[in-house]
């Protein structure tokens, strides 16, 4: 795939998903992230994983399936990589405040995008933590 159709899918993606609101278990990061891996690789993970509707719920989910956190969920399919080879469309993960839960984002290029409770949100490419990058492909 080259750079030009990676970055007209984030563009599309990025349009479908801004106006759409946030609701555990039906469209939140998770549910946006697998959304994207399966427009991008026709993979879909998260079908399998039992319904939750709160973020305690979804704690809950991942502790019953002997996961300690999303991270280690995406380590079960992807591999981590470092911040510097990350490549448009990887997949990376963000604590947004007193979050229990790892939020996982779509890397752009300059920087990741998010769903949270507030929309879509951007985090540049510095605030980025090195520790929770996966390649995708």
Same mark, same amino acid.
């Given at each position: 795939?080259?750079?030009?159709?990676?970055?007209? /899918?984030?563009?599309? &993606?990025?349009?479908?998903? /801004?106006?759409?609101?946030?609701?555990?278990?039906?469209?939140?990061?998770?549910?946006? +992230?697998?959304?994207?891996?399966?427009?991008?690789?026709?993979?879909?993970?998260?079908?399998?994983?039992?319904? *939750?509707?709160?973020?305690?719920? +979804?704690?809950?989910?991942? &502790?019953?399936?002997?996961?300690?956190?999303?991270?280690?969920?995406?380590?079960?399919?992807?591999?981590?990589?470092?911040?510097?080879?990350? /490549?448009?469309?990887?997949?990376?993960?963000? *604590?947004?405040?007193? @979050?229990?839960?790892?939020?996982?984002?779509?890397?752009?290029?300059?920087?990741?995008?998010?769903?949270?409770? /507030?929309?879509?949100?951007?985090?540049?490419?510095?605030?980025?933590? @090195?520790?929770?990058?996966?390649?995708?492909?």
């Amino acid at each position: 795939m080259n750079i030009n159709d990676i970055d007209l /899918k984030i563009q599309q &993606f990025y349009n479908d998903f /801004k106006s759409v609101p946030f609701v555990w278990g039906k469209s939140d990061c998770a549910c946006f +992230a697998s959304e994207w891996v399966k427009r991008l690789t026709g993979r879909d993970i998260i079908s399998q994983i039992p319904s *939750y509707s709160s973020e305690t719920e +979804a704690c809950k989910v991942l &502790f019953n399936l002997g996961l300690s956190g999303q991270e280690d969920l995406l380590d079960d399919y992807y591999i981590r990589t470092n911040k510097r080879n990350l /490549k448009r469309g990887d997949l990376v993960g963000h *604590y947004f405040g007193d @979050d229990k839960i790892m939020s996982i984002g779509v890397y752009t290029g300059m920087s990741a995008m998010f769903k949270s409770h /507030k929309g879509v949100q951007v985090i540049q490419y510095v605030n980025l933590d @090195d520790a929770f990058c996966w390649s995708v492909k």
